[in-house]
């Protein structure tokens, strides 16, 4: 099976909840090709679907040095980092990334909820509606956050 078929199926299998089945066609792919940024998103995937955050922010980690203009490595690495922890370094991380990540809707929201967990609510509120005029859906998102608890009065 070729390399793009084989990711299509872990992709599917993943979209479907079949994470085993994600991993082994994964595990399937050609050693030489596992490292492909590609298969490493889906393996992402597959390790924050599973609450797997140190391996997560490894690759995570790994897509920023190779795509240090792309947008979702930091951003997962910095959820990962949050999800461990270190809050600061994941709002840090996110603010000295590239400057893409300022078109993406999720890097307001997520600094928005690091700055609650940093008790900087007011920060956190002008982040999030930042967030939300960029992508109305965030808001029923927020509405039910519990990292965001403490602003759901506010929206």
């Known amino acids: 099976m070729s390399f793009n078929k084989q990711l299509e199926a872990a992709q599917g299998y993943y979209e479907l909840g079949m994470l085993d089945e994600a991993r082994e066609e994964l595990n399937a792919i050609a050693p030489g090709r596992q490292s492909e940024t590609p298969a490493l ?17 490894e690759i995570s980690e790994k897509l920023c040095a190779r795509e240090p203009g792309s947008c979702m490595g930091y951003i997962h ?13 994941a709002r840090e991380l996110l603010l000295n990334g590239p400057k893409s990540l300022k078109k993406e809707p999720v890097y307001y929201y997520n600094l928005g909820c690091y700055e609650v967990s940093l008790g900087k609510l007011e920060e956190a509120e002008e ?12 808001l029923e998102v927020a509405r039910k956050d519990p990292d965001l608890e403490s602003l759901w009065h506010a929206f």
């Open 127 to 138: 982040l999030l509606r930042r967030s939300f005029e960029m992508d109305e859906k965030l």
């Open 77 to 89: 690495a910095a959820y990962c980092l949050h999800e461990l922890g270190d809050t600061q370094k």
């Open 41 to 57: 998103y889906i393996r992402l995937l597959l390790a924050l679907k599973e609450e797997q955050w140190e391996p997560a922010l």
